[in-house]
C-alpha cells in the first residue's frame, strides 16, 4: 500500500490502476479490501518464487547441456586420439 494526499491507495495486482480504499471499502468492505491486499502481497511472493524456480530451471538445463557437450567433446578427443 502507498499513501498519497488524497488518502491510502491499493495497488491490486490484477487491476491496472490503483483504487482509493475508501471507495473500496464502501463497495466491498474492509474485510474484501484486507483480502484483496493480503492476495497482492501472495501473488508478489509467488512471483518471485516462480522467477527463482525459473533461474534454478534455467541453471540446471545449462548444466545438463554443457555435460552433454563436453561428453560428446570428449568422445570426439578419444576416437580422434586413436585414429590418428
Do not use: P
Amino acid at each position: 500500500m502507498t499513501s498519497s494526499d488524497d488518502g491510502i491507495r491499493v495497488s491490486c495486482s490484477f487491476s491496472f490502476h490503483d483504487i482509493d480504499l475508501a471507495q473500496f471499502n464502501t463497495l466491498y468492505g474492509k474485510k474484501a479490501a484486507a483480502l484483496y491486499t493480503q492476495a497482492g502481497d501472495y501473488q508478489k511472493t509467488a512471483r518471485f518464487y516462480y522467477k527463482k524456480a525459473e533461474d534454478t530451471y534455467y541453471q540446471a538445463n545449462n548444466w545438463a547441456a554443457y555435460d552433454d557437450w563436453r561428453r560428446a567433446r570428449d568422445q570426439w578427443d578419444y576416437f580422434y586420439s586413436r585414429n590418428r
